[in-house]
């Protein structure tokens, strides 16, 4: 199904994701875009208000789609109060990873990317879901957080000091870093105990191939996905960062692969830290996940020939 240029958009500008503060992208300049696409949208570039209100704000409003103009993470709040909604959700790749945009094979440029809001079409997607909240991609128990949280101190900073402080702290961290132990307890299978460095849910599969690294294509596959890494060494990590280059990431022996509709992790932890969709974030365990088949609307090229010339996936 495709979108009427008479669609009504409401926007969601994060003016701290990564591309708005290195290109001083503001919500003029996103008016503007619009108005030149002949698209009718509010822009919310309130940066006084919380940003959960906010997003309320956005899913009470009278828009068709909600659009959200930042990185993952701000794409993962709106998720949240967009799935199982009317409202349809489209993307401003304005992050620094942009995961799901690329997924969709969306343009990166801006004004490309509003532009081609006039043909898109809605595809309805699969999400995640732990503990009651949404997640767009995979949830990271273990060592990663750590070495997440790491790398958000020093972005921004640009400095080679402060870089090589970072490949410093990830090779001691990896090397120094001990297994968890963690119950594993998928609604497909058998409950299972793991001594492991890293465990990640995520929502469908990473594919595998030359030069594919966390992409997915099928994102209505109506599994999760546990990624269990037994043990994480440099000798690991470098494995499995060729692997990925090279495209067999996923038969390396350190890493085991489950599917399932639905699992509990548990811990003798009350509280652990996961990387939720990028985010260091703290959650209380158990930590109960479970797939949300096609339950969020999204907007996306109409097919390959829409796509504007350099940004065919």
Known sequence: MELSAARRFHVV???????????????????????AAGLEAVVDGDTKMPFAERIARAAQSDADVIVAAGGDGTITALAGALAGSDKALAILPLGTVNALAKDLGLPMDIPQAIALLKSAAIRRIDVGEVNGRIYLHKVVIGVIPALAAARE????????????????????????ARRMAIAIEPEDG?????????????????????????????????????????????????????????????DAAALSIE????????SHKKL???????????????????????????LVPPDPDALPEGNVP
């Open 13 to 35: 500008l994060n003016a701290n994701s990564g591309t708005v503060l290195a290109t001083g992208i503001s919500a003029q300049s996103l008016v503007e875009h619009f108005a």
């Open 153 to 176: 101190h020093i972005r921004g900073q640009g400095t080679w000091g402060s870089k090589a402080a970072f490949m410093r702290f990830m090779f001691n961290r990896l090397m120094r």
């Open 190 to 250: 058998p409950s299972h105990i793991v001594r492991a460095k890293a465990v990640a849910v995520a929502c469908n599969a990473y594919d595998q191939g030359i030069g594919k690294i966390f992409s997915r294509q099928n994102l209505e596959g109506g599994s999760l996905y546990i990624y269990t890494l037994s043990s994480l060494t440099i000798v690991d990590f470098v494995r499995l960062s060729a692997g990925m280059l090279l495209g067999n990431w996923q």
């Open 259 to 266: 599917k399932s509709r639905a699992v509990t992790i548990r």
């Open 272 to 298: 652990v830290k996961v990387m939720f969709d990028g985010e260091v974030e703290s959650l209380h365990t158990p930590l109960d996940f479970r797939i949300r088949p096609a339950a969020l609307s999204v």
